[in-house]
């Protein structure tokens, strides 16, 4: 693991687990995002756009094994759905911004039911430019609400209804690659959704694409 980004994720968390550093921790880990996004921002400078859907190790297990598309799509996918459709309770950007039209994409959901060709099929499709500012728009938005939430707030729990709710808007698969996602969303506070997907998520799938663009250059 990126030993800044690594560093960074166990400060913060460390932080926002005491009232008097709750604050500090929150800029903590608008940094880390930052420097997460900063990464794929130069990405997108430096990375000719055929390289996103090539999938250099399609045949390995582990988050590698996708292509930088893909994995684009999966982080703010879940980050869309998880900090609107079950935090919030709102229309996702996906949807308010009508970015299902713009990106092209075949899909609405997160993508785990997706495996190998049908990933590669799947990132051949999207339009990049969108998709890139899909993910600015997704990353700005729960920056806001991370903003506004105070330390009282991390112990919000989800139930039934949340579950039914994410079920319903059929923005998770029922493919069981896929459908264990609502249990494990549902299961944690909102202090283990800032682990996961708001933080963690995302450097793991960031270090898959760091990985994926040494094996293509």
Known sequence: ???????????????????????????????????????????????????????PFMNSKGYHSKSIAYSLWHIFRIEDIVAHELIQKNDEILFSADFVSKIKSPIITTGNELVKEEILYFSQKLDISELFNYCENVKLSTDSMLRRLAYEDLKMKYDDVDKKRLKKAKVVSENENAFWLID??????????????????????????????????
């Open 1 to 55: 693991m990126n030993k800044k980004w690594s560093e960074l994720n166990k400060t913060m968390q460390t932080q926002i687990s005491k009232k008097e550093s709750f604050e500090k921790g929150k800029e903590t880990l608008f940094s880390l995002r930052n420097e997460l996004f900063g990464y794929l921002k130069k990405m997108k400078l430096e990375e000719p756009v055929e390289n996103l859907s090539k999938m």
């Open 184 to 217: 494990y969303w549902c299961g944690k506070n909102l202090k283990g959704l800032i682990q996961m997907p708001f933080s963690r998520h995302w450097i793991m799938h960031i270090e898959a694409i760091s990985r994926i663009r040494e094996k293509l250059e």
